[in-house]
């Protein structure tokens, strides 16, 4: 079945251990983002990628990390992670930046 | 920046019953997105509707752009219409600017 697979379902982390989410999308869209969504706070854009080899910020980028090697992967990298970045995690793709969304199934990650 | 408000904030139903939600935007805009997150977490693209009307089943959206507003209607609710249900626009080619959302609840 054709859509974005995220990797773990969920996780708790301790504070300051490194942690990388997986992203893996099928349909060849070139467009892939990455949000968090908080209690009150909605969807916020962590970072996105237009295309394979290029990655921009977002509206909250820092304590994040992203690489898109090719095409289908999109890895969102918590280099040290602190108790704020508890949340769920939302990868996302389009077949063109701003084009229809689909969404994964999300992480939801506690920081510990 | 562009300000997306999405009304009402909260709504309960009866199963069966019809349902419209509001988007108001505040600058025009080149496109607009509907989308259902379930009690699950799920989210799911509903529309993708700039302007006009559109029809998918019990649902349909219409988009009214020169009035910078959206609204999607819910007819013959189901339990499985509940869940929160966002509007987003673009403000620029990567980034969609999202409503607070309607949280709808559909009781049996």
């Known amino acids: 079945i054709a859509g974005i697979t995220q990797a773990p379902t969920s996780q708790i982390l301790a504070a300051g251990r490194r942690m990388t989410l997986r992203c893996t999308q099928d349909?060849?869209?070139?467009?892939m983002y990455w949000y968090r969504q908080d209690l009150g706070l909605g969807l916020r854009l962590i970072h996105y990628?237009?295309?394979?080899?290029?990655?921009g910020k977002g509206e909250v980028p820092d304590g994040y990390s992203v690489s898109r090697a090719n095409t289908d992967d999109f890895p969102l990298t918590l280099a040290s992670a602190v108790p704020s970045q508890t949340s769920v995690y939302f990868c996302?793709?389009?077949?063109?930046?701003?084009?229809?969304?689909?969404f994964g199934s999300g992480t939801r990650l506690t920081v510990v | 920046g562009i300000q997306v408000e999405q009304s009402p904030p909260d709504l309960i139903l009866q199963e069966g019953a019809n349902s419209t939600l509001r988007c108001n935007f505040s600058?025009?805009?080149?496109?607009l997105q509907w989308f259902h997150q379930n009690p699950w977490g799920q989210l799911i693209n509903l529309f993708y509707?700039?302007?006009?009307?559109k029809q998918n089943g019990r649902l349909s959206a219409t988009t009214v752009a020169t009035e910078r507003y959206s609204l999607l209607y819910i007819s013959s609710s189901q339990t499985t219409d509940s869940g929160v249900y966002f509007c987003?626009?673009?403000?620029?080619?990567?980034?969609?600017?999202w409503g607070a959302g309607t949280k709808l609840i559909i009781k049996p």
């Open positions: 996302a793709s389009s077949p063109e930046t701003g084009g229809i969304y689909t």
């Open positions: 349909m060849r869209h070139n467009a």
């Open positions: 990628s237009n295309t394979a080899g290029t990655t």
């Open positions: 600058d025009s805009v080149n496109n």
């Open positions: 509707i700039p302007s006009g009307t």
């Open positions: 987003a626009v673009p403000r620029s080619n990567y980034q969609l600017i």
